[in-house]
């Protein structure tokens, strides 16, 4: 067939190949996925669709008579064996299929628990597919006792969500704290507050040593000796990019598949965009796991496969719902030395600061200082903390200035 095969038919993959189609390409587009079903969102997942406030129907990022409007070939529930860049092949177990490109848009898995510790027993859920969803959510309709297994984003979101639904939620995070690969102290201090107001009982410096059970999971060990009689439980230990058939094909890795700042892996002929691809980002190698990423790295790759030439310059952002509040995240924090609070009229936001630079700011229901500080974090501007930290002081004269 050749043409152009996105292997991975999530965000990135649907947008890379509705791209192909806006700038005029004309060749074979074929988009394979695991999953049974058209592209669709993975936030709304373990939040608006959880709770039962978002159709089946609203989740999917197009109408399939789109791909078809498009000429793009869906091919789902159809799982990618092999990759053979000598040939430029791919297998789909007996099937074969050529390519003139390839784009790897094979996103990430959740990490789960050992079985060694009860991590297969019966409801022990993990989110990031459809079908990973719709198993666990009777055990919210049911209600009971809930263990929620680590306190990053992926973590709390999903304690709120339990909370909202009247669970009883008890959150474990084996670090010192809530939140601490992710974001400063002030920011932890103020989720620790938030979940504790909805009744969520937080755990930090607590680690899981088993989960038991017979069959299905009742009840959980914790690293201090307490003993939890649960009625299911969630893993959120973070995810790991998808790289085995990038691996199985001799594609070097790098934390994901590494990229070169257009989006060509080691092999020219194959690309990589999303979540399972890590590539160059001020003197250092990166990879972002966010839906702004997955769309803007996809349609820079998609340009560069047709010989634009452009490298991809991300300006990372991302986003998080707990509760009635919405964080808001512009820019990296690694490396951060000091923090400066600001206090809005309906939120606050911390931003972070190296040597006299702005390089991040997480924004707690203020979108102003969300949206202030992404421009000048964009332009390589930065702030005076004076001024930031004056809840009187007008942000948007930081921009004029």
């Excluded at 190949?17 to 060749?27: N, P, S, T």
């Amino acid at each position: 067939m050749s043409g152009i095969v996105i292997i991975g038919a999530g965000q990135a993959g649907s947008s890379l190949a509705i791209k192909l189609r806006a700038l005029g390409y004309q060749g074979t587009v074929t988009l394979i996925g695991e999953e049974p079903y058209a592209p669709y969102q993975r936030p709304p997942l373990s939040k608006t669709y959880l709770l039962g406030e978002m159709a089946l129907e609203r989740l999917y990022l197009r109408p399939e008579e789109v791909y078809r409007d498009q000429n793009i070939e869906l091919r789902l529930g159809t799982q990618v064996t092999a990759i053979d860049p000598v040939a430029q092949v791919i297998s789909l177990g007996a099937e074969t299929l050529s390519y003139d490109q390839l784009a790897l848009t094979t996103g990430s898995t959740p990490r789960l628990l050992p079985e060694a510790i009860g991590g297969r027993l019966k409801n022990v859920f993990a989110v990031r597919g459809l079908a990973d969803v719709d198993a666990m959510r009777p055990a919210f309709e049911r209600g009971g006792h809930v263990l929620i297994i680590g306190g990053g984003y992926i973590g709390l979101e999903a304690a709120a969500v339990a909370a909202k639904r009247g669970l009883k939620v008890t959150l474990v995070e084996m670090a010192d704290r809530i939140l601490q690969r992710v974001a400063c102290a002030q920011t932890s201090d103020y989720f620790r507050a938030l979940h504790q107001s909805h009744g969520v009982t937080l755990l930090e410096g607590v680690g899981l040593s088993s989960l038991t059970g017979t069959d299905h999971v009742t009840a959980a060990i914790l690293s201090n000796g307490t003993t939890l009689d649960i009625d299911f439980a969630l893993v959120g230990v973070g995810i790991q990019p998808n790289t085995q058939l990038a691996d199985a094909a001799g594609l070097t890795l790098n934390n994901g598949i590494e990229t070169n700042a257009l989006g060509q892996t080691s092999q020219s002929k194959i690309w990589a965009a999303g979540d399972c691809a890590s590539f160059p980002y001020q003197g250092e190698r990166i990879r972002l796991e966010s839906v702004p990423n997955a769309i803007d790295q996809a349609e820079v790759v998609a340009a560069n496969m047709l010989g634009a030439q452009k490298a991809y310059h991300a300006t990372p952002w991302f986003w998080s719902d707990q509760y009635d509040v919405k964080l808001q995240i512009a820019g990296l924090n690694q490396g951060f030395e000091n923090v400066v609070t600001r206090i809005g009229e309906a939120g606050r936001s911390h931003w972070y600061y190296k040597a006299g630079q702005v390089l991040a700011v997480d924004a707690m229901n203020d979108p102003r200082a969300y949206m202030v500080a992404k421009r000048l974090i964009e332009a390589g501007k930065t702030a005076d903390p004076a001024l930031v930290a004056d809840p009187g002081s007008d942000l948007k004269a930081l921009l004029r200035g």
